[in-house]
């Protein structure tokens, strides 16, 4: 977890171990679950589609805070899965955004 802009919380899981560098921030999602808890958490989203389409949007959905920072995702209160049924997908590749240098660089995905 960390905070940007002062005021926006933003999930990061590390993917490697100690002491390499990897990991992945998670922008958005497609709420399937839980969707009218997410709605009392993001009263102003007026559509499913907006609960949880960025960072700050996507934690405050979740009610995820910095109190999860560090936390082990393959137990505990915040755990990352695999999905129950497994349906083929395809991954683009999108310009980064909101950067000014190397936003050429092919880091961010999204899941079609």
Same mark, same amino acid.
């Given at each position: 977890?960390y905070? %940007?802009? $002062?005021?926006? /919380?933003?999930l &990061? %899981?590390?993917? /490697?171990?100690a002491g390499q560098?990897?990991c992945?921030?998670v922008r958005a999602?497609?709420p399937?679950a839980g969707? /009218?808890?997410?709605r +009392? #958490? #993001?009263?102003?989203?007026r559509r %499913? /589609? @907006?609960?949880?389409s960025?960072? $700050?949007?996507l *934690? =405050?959905?979740?009610?995820? *805070?910095r109190?999860? &920072?560090?936390a @082990?995702l393959? #137990? $505990?209160?915040l755990v990352?899965r695999e999905p129950? $049924? +497994?349906r ?5 590749? *999108?310009? #980064?955004i909101?950067i000014?240098q190397?936003?050429e =660089?092919p880091l961010r995905?999204?899941? =079609?």
């Amino acid at each position: 977890m960390y905070l %940007i802009y $002062g005021m926006y /919380e933003c999930l &990061n %899981i590390v993917a /490697e171990p100690a002491g390499q560098p990897g990991c992945v921030l998670v922008r958005a999602l497609e709420p399937v679950a839980g969707i /009218e808890i997410m709605r +009392q #958490r #993001r009263p102003a989203a007026r559509r %499913i /589609e @907006d609960l949880a389409s960025g960072p $700050g949007k996507l *934690t =405050l959905a979740l009610g995820i *805070t910095r109190a999860h &920072n560090g936390a @082990d995702l393959t #137990r $505990g209160p915040l755990v990352v899965r695999e999905p129950a $049924g +497994q349906r083929a997908f395809e991954i683009a590749v *999108t310009p #980064r955004i909101g950067i000014s240098q190397c936003a050429e =660089l092919p880091l961010r995905f999204v899941i =079609l």
